[in-house]
């Protein structure tokens, strides 16, 4: 299936190749599609795996412009129809789980399946903590948008990078092949020899603090095969989210990736792979 920049498209897909059925990833807050790479080429053998850049990565995107998370999954569904693509595996990690998930209840027809992993599907008594805080203007104040703002943006070189990022706790379960990947997506050298964030710190603080708290709505109305993986220490989609979108779809399979924390296709791409591989095979989608 041809993925070529479509004029009306403001970024082409990123394409990594492979043959079979169009699988789309849709990427997570803070990470540009190739810092998936290595989940991304294990998923060549039996998919031709592409992902579209989100509004984020756009040049000359003002994070203003959107005040909530739907505009994203209206972007993918017309991406879609302007490239013509149709019988997607859509998988979608973190932001990109919701986004994947409303663009399937909204337009079917452009999905043969998804995989949700590890989406932002908070429990709801947490969801009432965010109305309170919006209700109150307090949402710029969230740590994750406080630690979007104060991220550093520039390093003198990706090796710099790279080391000071291998140092980082967060960054602590990730294999060094997953970290390369990231540091080289997430990152472009400037005219002064130094590199700088691909990923706007402005756009990363806008997308937490529009932290999505009607995704609940979605979730009983999705209707096409679905995969939803969570890592067993993920400090975003918890046991008990898991739990409640077990009972609301009950079609659904769901896998828990063992020491694995929210940014599982990262810290585990091999296992995430093998299990969308194995969904595939199994769910009996031709």
Do not use: K
């Not at 986004?99 to 998804?114: D, K, Q």
């Not at 995704?215 to 220490?233: K, T």
């Amino acid at each position: 299936m041809d993925v070529t920049l479509e004029p009306s498209l403001p970024v082409p897909p990123h394409d990594f190749g492979g043959s079979g059925p169009l699988l789309h990833l849709a990427h997570a807050n803070g990470f540009p599609p190739g810092a998936y790479r290595p989940l991304a080429e294990a998923l060549t053998d039996a998919f031709h795996t592409v992902a579209l850049p989100a509004r984020p990565l756009w040049p000359g995107s003002r994070p203003e412009s959107t005040p909530s998370w739907h505009p994203l999954a209206d972007d993918l569904t017309r991406a879609f129809d302007r490239l013509g693509w149709r019988g997607v595996v859509g998988v979608g990690h973190s932001m990109g789980g919701v986004i994947t998930l409303w663009a399937a209840v909204r337009r079917p027809e452009l999905f043969r399946a998804v995989v949700l992993i590890d989406p932002v599907i908070l429990p709801p008594a947490w969801l009432w903590a965010v109305r309170a805080a919006r209700l109150l203007g307090l949402q710029r104040r969230f740590p994750l948008v406080q630690g979007a703002l104060r991220r550093r943006r520039t390093w003198p070189s990706r090796q710099v990078c790279y080391e000071r990022y291998r140092r980082t706790p967060f960054f602590a379960n990730w294999p060094d092949e997953s970290l390369w990947a990231y540091v080289e997506a997430g990152t472009r050298e400037r005219g002064d020899g130094q590199v700088e964030l691909v990923y706007p710190p402005e756009w990363e603080a806008q997308i937490f603090a529009t932290t999505p708290t009607d995704v609940w709505r979605a979730v009983p109305r999705l209707q096409i095969p679905a995969l939803v993986i969570r890592g067993e220490r993920s400090d975003t989609f918890r046991p008990q989210s898991q739990a409640r979108v077990e009972r609301l779809l009950p079609h659904a399979r769901f896998l828990v990736i063992p020491g694995a924390g929210h940014l599982v296709p990262m810290e585990r791409p091999e296992p995430v792979a093998s299990a969308i591989r194995t969904f595939f095979l199994e769910s009996g989608d031709p």
